[in-house]
């Protein structure tokens, strides 16, 4: 006795494809828009980066001098 077959009835595409399309198109909006913020993101942490780099080799040549005076008063150099 074989097994019976089912038959898979395919569904039909919608008769009307605009809203599929605008869902598409809404979704690669929504990647578009993540990717430029994404991309604004990092260049801010770049900018913050290199100017927190920047403030702590000020503070520390600001630093490094002052102590450079302290020990030339200190042993009269």
């Given at each position: 006795m074989g097994l019976a077959?089912?038959?898979?009835s395919t569904?039909?595409?919608?008769a009307d494809p605009r809203p599929a399309i605008a869902r598409a198109y809404r979704f690669e909006r929504?990647?578009?828009?993540?990717?430029?913020?994404?991309r604004d993101d990092r260049k801010r942490a770049d900018r913050r980066f290199w100017l927190a780099l920047a403030?702590?080799?000020v503070a520390v040549v600001a630093i490094g001098g002052?102590?450079?005076?302290?020990?030339?008063?200190?042993f009269g150099i």
């Open positions: 077959q089912r038959t898979v569904p039909h595409p919608p929504a990647r578009r828009t993540l990717r430029v913020e994404q403030v702590l080799i002052a102590i450079i005076v302290e020990l030339q008063q200190l």
